[in-house]
């Protein structure tokens, strides 16, 4: 009678079948405490969607409200920039697991690169555009909590894109070893997770403005 196989364990990007029970308790560790911080960088933003929406009515009368200026074309663009980052990197985390040579998990590292820099770059010029027509965050509680939301999330955008680089580096001086694949994973967790937060952004802030 053939004999019943345990299930694989695996992760996406390294196969975790068959290593040692310490070796595997300690990796799955690792990854697990990265969720943690996720988890806790999610109350954060979970804590600025809040104040978003105790904030968004308190605006001068006559004043520049984020509704009014900020341009739903341009930010649609954006988000299927950073959308479409989120599968380039799916393809990354794809060639890590088939074992795929280094130049085109290099590649497809410096697409997602490109992406993000698109995005932060479209996300600049539309906070420049509100300054210039004097929808500056002291102006009203609104555009305060518009802009901390939103640039918060800018610069966990720009964290990952130094990580990116960084993660670049690690592969070009120590190949695709096991510590390299691991610190993939844990960028892979942290480069999704904003892009779901900025679909939360997109959603509450950007279509609100259009439907109210």
């Not at 929406?53 to 200026?69: F, K, L, N, R, W």
């Not at 929808?135 to 609104?142: M, N, T, V």
């Not at 939301?149 to 120590?174: C, E, R």
Request: charged share 15%.
């Amino acid at each position: 009678m053939p004999r019943i196989s345990e299930p694989e364990l695996l992760h996406t990007g390294l196969n975790l079948d068959n290593y040692p029970p310490a070796r595997l308790a300690q990796v799955e560790s690792g990854v697990f405490g990265f969720w943690v911080f996720l988890m806790s960088d999610a109350v954060i933003f979970a804590l600025l969607f809040g104040v978003f929406g105790t904030m968004i009515y308190a605006s001068v009368a006559g004043a520049p409200t984020p509704d009014s200026e900020f341009k739903i074309s341009a930010t649609f663009r954006e988000t299927m920039a950073l959308l479409s980052s989120s599968f380039t990197y799916g393809l990354v985390s794809l060639s890590l697991k088939l074992g795929a040579r280094r130049r085109w998990v290099a590649l497809w590292l410096a697409v997602t690169f490109l992406l993000g820099a698109y995005f932060l770059d479209g996300e600049a010029h539309d906070f420049i555009d509100m300054f210039h027509v004097g929808a500056a965050p002291e102006h009203s509680g609104a555009l305060s909590a518009f802009f901390v939301l939103v640039g918060t999330h800018g610069l966990h955008v720009t964290s990952g894109m130094i990580w990116i680089l960084l993660m670049g580096a690690q592969m070009a001086i120590y190949g695709l070893d096991e510590r390299v694949k691991i610190n993939f994973i844990r960028l892979g967790l942290f480069w999704h997770f904003l892009d779901v937060v900025w679909v939360c952004i997109f959603s509450v802030v950007y279509l609100r403005g259009i439907v109210s």
